[in-house]
């Protein structure tokens, strides 16, 4: 028994000294520029598949190639940094972390197109040894991988603390305009910061590939997240604490596999990451930093601030916002509900249905990435949660449509809340990393409780809408279901809207700014925090209840982190914090892909590049930010 | 008087000849979707290469009955939300009469409602759990359903490769929550023993805990009931911790695509398939599909290829018998119609279901050989 524990520390090492590895790229570009950099995981996957190809189409030996896919992914990491960063320098706050969101959209896409979605094998050019301890093993690879693991961090923890170049890095990071007044040339720093992340992102894809013995276009965003985690349970700034924070992860996260369950081996993992956002938001070796930084910095690093909408150089300019009165809402509604009178075409209505319940979703992540200021990427475990309760609610109770609905949106705002908890103290980029790792969670829940969801195979046979105020009229026509996600829609957004024009709304936008005023001033912060989160889960679950309702089948991969990006990036293309910018861009961003379908695979580059230009010309959305 | 008569009754006959004429050249449109993009976009490209590769064949013959047969083709990238929009898209295209698709059980669901509402029959090639054809009348399906399939698992791992204690790892979603129920079943049946199953959550790709657990439990054989890219992984992986005991597989490890990414691992691993493309009695097909895609075809292009045949024979039927063409009638045409000959076996449906017999291969040098 004993001998079968000890193994599996070995085999969670193994794992976690891939996830240390990963963690460091992480870490250095955070510490250098207070910047989570969504994009490292992109730069890690191309690194091994640019690696993969040197060695399968240009018949490079391993080595070669592997040198070859450092230099260029490291030149890409600085491109990344010139053309996707250095112009939002004076930008919102919010702008470069969407930014580095945009690019990983773009080039994990632009992989499934150049090299097949699928995965493929890796060459190994060595004959793998394994060395056997009693049950448990060492494999060759496992000890290359420390070997480069433990050189680079040694070697970066060297440049960092001695040389000049890794002085001025530093200072940089404390102080980009001081640096610059001492003669520092602050922009080139960040390049190579860059760089660097690069090259740390180039070297662990090629050894992830060597330990899995193939490489899949779709790897970045897991062993991204990984890294996240092990990186914020490092501290985020701290090196040795990266490769601490990476090994805990695989270790803990392997002990869950061998002692729960194989299935539970995420959800284990990103529960960790609540747990030490909780209660240790620094990290296992990080400073307090973490805390004082909060939404502060940005790409620059100027004035703390809590504010997502503010940037280095100046106070918000004024933007002019367009947006709806309440009653707009219900026009905009009674006018949809027209169009079963125009086209009679099933394939029309069921996608403007999706377009109306996406309009719905995007202003619940709106409200709190928004109004509140609390970057969310996790709403799709809100919408998630709505979408089962009425599976449960309609199915197994038999509850008629308006108690289906309205328990769903209540048991959503609960969820809200009660994932809200962990995330108060937290705000600016790494309340992103909490609402990441709840998003994550939830999809592992739907995935992993089969009594109740079914998990992969989905939640299916939901009953036709039942309206029991029309004498249990039954909505069965895809027609009466149409009108029914127009009414509810048009009415929830027209409440949602009331409530951001009111002193309710106003208080939320003065947390946003500056929390620590809106303390001073007697506000109860935290208070109005949850209130938010609940109503944006009273949003998101009316949405996945309608969802449920349509597509009569719910499963999991609805509700992915994926789809949790795509709704903050409609969010902002719509301007943040404005609900008819982000009903519009929802509705506008669910039907355009339905037009563009022969181009599917270029849907998720054009919603990247789309996101790029919008931050460079016009941050605020637009429709305009309020 | 009988001039005009007589000029008249000919104005007539060109009317309706020509209108029988126009009716004739009138392309039948057949739906198809699948899963064209994203992860496991292998399996959707061989089901629209083989039925392309099929209707090709159709429509260098002069169509059905001189009618050319045009595919509509459309992408659910492997999700019940997709699947569910493009199935509302081919019923509303004008003309169609049967549906091929899609891939995966859990899309195929999310599509059945809709094309049963609109009494358009939906074959599915690869949808195995048994759900599917109880859904409605139009359901069809062109492989086994998992409890006649857990039976050849069964068989694979405890009659061919002689285990006795048994792990098995499974998918988590329909198919492998399923499959290890009923192979497990079937196993103890037949007298053997299952250690331990465990699920593997998709995508997963990291076993070695896994790979310890069964190491520790001493199996003398291992059943994958997983998809080709983890079992792929997972036999390296097990391999690699010095756990060298027989494995078995099921239907996604025909791919060959497992042996490709498993590379040395997969030598030994023995699965069973209803197709074999090695067999010379399929070679006309092999030899087509190679010649115009460059590869082998596996059994997923094999069963798709077969969906399409059925699908054909079954319109052919409707129109020689004079019944108007619509999906109502190839329906009927399909359920009741003969026994059809394919490449993976005989179709004849019962509830939308089939049977089919199995072969056992093993893998050797970088390939699949019949198992002697």
Known sequence: MLEL?????????????????????????????????????????????????????????????????????????????????????????????????????????????????????????????????????????????????????????????????????????????AAAQLGVRTGNVKGMAFALAGLLGALSGILVALYFKSVFPQMGLPYGLKGFAAALLGGLTSMPGAVLGGLLLGVVETLASAYVGEGYRDLVAFTLVL???????????????????????????????????????????????????????????????????????????QAVAYAMIFALLVASVTLVSGALGMLSIGHAAFYGVGAYAVGLLARNAGWPAEAAIAGAA??????????????????????????????????????????????PMGFINIPAPRLAVLGGLNLSSLVQKFWLIAAVAALALALAQRLLDSGIGRVWRGIREDRLAAHAAGLPVRRYILLGFALSGVLAGTAGGLFAYVQSVVSPESFTV?????????????????????????????????LLRPFAEWRMIVYGVALLIMLRLRPHGLLGAR | MRSLLSRLLAAAFITVTLSAAARAAEPITIGFFSHL????????????????????????????????????????????????????????????????????????????PIFAEAKIAQISPTSSHPDFSRQSAYQFRQNNTDDILAQYNADTIHKKLKAGRIAIPYSQDDWGVFTVKATAAAIEKDGGKVLLTEAVIPGAKDFRPLVSKIKAAKPDGVFLALPYQEASIFIQQLRQAGVDVPAGGGIPLTSPKFIELAGKAADGVVVHSIFFAGDPSKKAFVDAYKTKYNRLPDQFAALAYDAAGVGVAAIRRVIQSGKPLTGQSVRDELANGPAYPGLTGVTKYENGNVKKNPTFLVVRDGGFHLLD
Request: without cysteine; hydrophobic residues 55%.
């Open chain 1, 410 to 455: 209540l048991v959503t705002a609960a969820v809200a809340v009660a994932s809200a908890l962990p995330l108060l103290k937290l705000s600016g980029h790494t309340v992103a990393l909490g609402t990441l790792a709840v998003g994550q969670i939830g999809y592992l829940v739907f995935m992993t409780w089969l009594e109740v969801t079914r998990g």
């Open chain 2, 37 to 112: 993009s994203g992860n496991f976009a292998e399996y959707g490209a061989s089901f629209r290469n083989a039925v392309e590769l099929y209707l090709d064949k159709i429509n260098a013959d002069g169509g059905i009955d001189g009618r050319p047969v045009k595919l509509l083709v459309e992408d659910d990238r492997n999700s019940p939300q997709e699947a569910a929009t493009v199935a509302r898209k081919i019923v509303a295209a004008p003309g169609v009469v049967l549906a091929i698709g899609s891939w995966s059980t859990t899309a195929s669901l999310a599509a059945a």
């Open chain 1, 5 to 177: 524990f000890a193994s599996q520390v070995v085999n969670g090492l193994a794992i976690g000294q891939v996830y240390a590895l990963i963690a460091l790229g992480f870490t250095l570009v955070f510490g250098v520029s207070n910047l989570i950099n969504f994009a490292q995981g992109a730069l890690f996957m191309l690194g091994a598949f640019i690696a993969f190809s040197g060695v399968t189409v240009l018949h490079l030996p391993l080595p070669a190639a592997a040198v070859l896919s450092v230099v260029v992914v490291s030149l890409l990491g600085m491109l990344l940094e010139r053309v996707a960063l250095r112009p939002l320098e004076n930008a919102p706050y919010i702008a470069p972390v969407l930014s580095t969101l945009a690019i990983s959209l773009i080039i994990d896409q632009l992989a499934e197109i150049i090299w097949s979605p699928e995965g493929q094998a890796f060459p190994v050019p060595f004959e793998e040894a394994t060395y056997f301890f009693g049950a448990a093993y060492v494999t060759s690879t496992d000890l290359l991988i420390f070997g480069f693991g433990a050189v680079t961090t040694v070697a970066l923890t060297l440049f960092l603390s001695r040389s000049w170049l890794g002085r001025t890095l530093r200072a940089t990071a404390q102080d980009r305009d």
């Open chain 1, 562 to 594: 994926g789809v949790s990006i795509l709704l903050l990036t409609i969010a902002v293309l719509g301007g943040l914090g404005n609900l008819t910018g982000a009903a519009l861009a929802g509705f506008a961003l669910t039907l355009l892909p339905e």
């Open chain 1, 275 to 349: 747990v030490f956002l909780v209660f240790r938001p620094q990290g296992l070796l990080g400073n307090r930093r973490l805390d004082a930084l909060g939404g502060a910095g940005g790409a620059a690093g100027a004035m703390p601030s809590t504010s997502v909408l503010t940037s280095a150089s100046s106070q918000r300019g004024a933007v002019r916002t367009l947006d709806l009165p309440p009653w707009g809402f219900l026009a905009v509604g009674a006018v949809l509900a027209l169009l079963p009178a125009v086209t009679q075409s099933a394939y029309v209505l």
